[in-house]
């Protein structure tokens, strides 16, 4: 008896696993298929049916949230230096990969359009005050939910900042 109680335990939680449904996101958008953090990047993401986004984002020398991965742009652009360090005017010279320019959050924000799921990874320091005024503009033009916006961070005085 003892054992078919068990038995139908293991078999109850396992369809309930099963009804879980789970979410794919594509990371910095379909970096695999475009320059990553790129709205050519995030179209291809969309056009793959994901559930959700993963992008990063730091904030230029000019205040404005930028959606770029490394805190050096050397890698992915044709110049050299600090994306924070960078004006906005100077960031948008930039193309990822010689191809796709460099989005701002709210220009991201935008083209998703409430459509799925963002998450935000706060890389660069100082970044949690204006990536909040940011969603908050696009939960207050009606596009977007707050339960459809995530923040995430290696830092943890960003996220402190953020929540506070």
Known sequence: M????????????????????TLAYGHRGAMGHAPENTIASIKKALELGVDGIEIDVFKCKTGEIIVFHDKKINNLTNSKGYIEQKTLSEIRALKVNGKEPIPTLDEVLKYIDGTVNLNIELKGKNTSRGVLKVMESAVKNGKWKRNQLF??????????????
């Open 2 to 21: 003892r054992i078919l109680l068990i038995i139908s335990i293991i078999l109850i939680n396992m369809n309930n696993l099963q009804a879980q449904e």
């Open 151 to 164: 923040i995430s961070s290696f830092n943890w005085d960003e996220l402190f900042a953020f929540r506070n």
